[in-house]
């Protein structure tokens, strides 16, 4: 690979770089070697953006050593920067280093930089995002004292203990948030309403919902978004469009999360005339489809084994200049070899190719098993 870089002549530039990293963020070894090729290109030097591309990639992989490596060089060159600490942070998080974690704290004392609000509650995130609640409040208390919660740490705290279905501990940091002097605003309301449905709490959810009407703050559209996910994935039709009525009624425009939920839910009954007459309102009202709601069209299609549809919305997808997701293809691929069309199957990974979307390890999956079967038909061709 080198040697064929070496003779392409490429002039460097940060932005081309950054680029590359971003076209294989899901392959860490190629995107690694091609990091290091250009650190040896005469006059070219790496800047904390591009560092940081890097570690993105490297974080996602969880290939913590050479993260660690990255982190010494780019503190030895002077390019370590706040968000470095803070990517690496979460992807220690995120793999359920908690100590590693929080040992970035050490990092950025050792290199000078200011540990605010802002910086505990982004690691209080990471950790209530990788579904350690405990841990967050832990550290919570640990810290306390070295700087002055605001509204935002109670409510990443309740998200934590939200997360891994904990009511009790979510209801006690919700009292302390009251008690500090802080009003619950319509993000830790719509934290705790979310927590009271995954726990299957539907009735308590209500009432959170009716006092939200009452006393507020008000419902918005992520509110009612969160009630009528609920009601979709149960099934219950018939009540989501009543509550999506009411939402309208009340002022709150929907968006494209609010008509995904009833697509997939009326999808999932095979009521394909309602999922159109959904697409039709969305167009109607302005709101165009995201990645999110067509990946949900596909996926529906897919499961229904027609592939050929699939494609069509694809084709749709791209001529609205909206860019598909590496799910996307996945989808595709494991709909024409489901099918036994092996030669779509191929032309799916060519077209993600052409398309700049790095296959990841779900891409290998579907396409391993059926590859040497497409040779094969090949060969006897």
């Known amino acids: 690979m080198e040697a064929v870089l070496d003779e392409c002549g490429i002039n460097l530039s ?16 190629p995107a690694f070697r091609f990091f290091c090729w250009a650190a040896q290109r005469p006059g070219y030097t790496y800047d904390s953006r591009t560092y940081n591309a890097m570690m993105e990639i490297l974080g996602r992989a969880r290939q913590f050593e050479t993260m660690v490596s990255v982190l010494e060089e780019m503190g030895e060159k002077g390019l370590l920067t706040v968000e470095t600490c803070l990517i690496s942070m979460k992807a220690f998080a995120a793999a359920k280093e908690r100590k590693k974690a929080i040992g970035m704290f050490e990092w950025m004392k050792k290199y000078k930089f200011k540990v605010g609000v802002e910086t505990i509650n982004c690691l209080l995130d990471a950790l209530a995002r990788a579904k350690l609640g405990k841990e967050a409040q832990l550290l919570f208390e640990k810290l306390e004292h070295r700087f002055t919660p605001n509204l935002q740490t109670y409510t990443v705290l309740l998200n934590g203990w939200c997360r891994v279905k904990n009511l009790m501990d979510a209801g006690k940091v919700w009292n302390e948030m009251i008690d500090k002097g802080f009003k619950p605003d319509i993000v830790a309301h719509n934290t705790m309403l979310e927590g009271l449905l995954k726990c299957k709490k539907r009735f308590e959810a209500i009432k959170l919902f009716e006092v939200m009407k009452a006393k507020g703050p008000s419902p918005n559209t992520r509110s009612y978004t969160i009630l009528i996910r609920d009601l979709c994935k149960q099934g219950k039709m018939d009540e989501a469009v009543a509550d999506f009525e009411e939402m309208l009624s009340s002022g709150c425009e929907a968006d ?41 069209l596909i996926k529906l299609i897919v499961n229904r084994r027609m592939p050929d549809d699939a494609v069509i919305l694809y084709k749709k997808m791209i001529r609205n200049g909206i860019q598909p997701t590496l799910h996307t293809y996945n989808m595709l691929m494991k709909s024409f070899f489901m099918t036994k069309n092996y030669d779509m199957g191929h032309a799916t990974w060519e077209e993600m190719s052409l398309r700049a979307c790095c296959p990841d390890e779900n891409s290998y999956t579907v396409l391993l098993p059926n590859f040497w079967l497409f040779k094969l038909i090949c060969i006897q061709r």
Do not use: S
Not at 14 to 28: G, I, P, S
Not at 267 to 274: P, S
């Open 256 to 296: 494209a999360a609010t008509f995904t939920c009833l697509v997939t839910g009326f999808g999932n009954q095979r009521k394909m005339d309602k999922v159109f007459a959904l697409l039709r309102e969305m167009k109607e009202k302005g709101c165009p489809p995201d990645a999110r709601l067509y990946n949900a």
């Open 14 to 29: 940060h932005d081309l770089v950054v680029d590359v990293l971003e076209r294989f963020k899901h392959a860490r070894k």
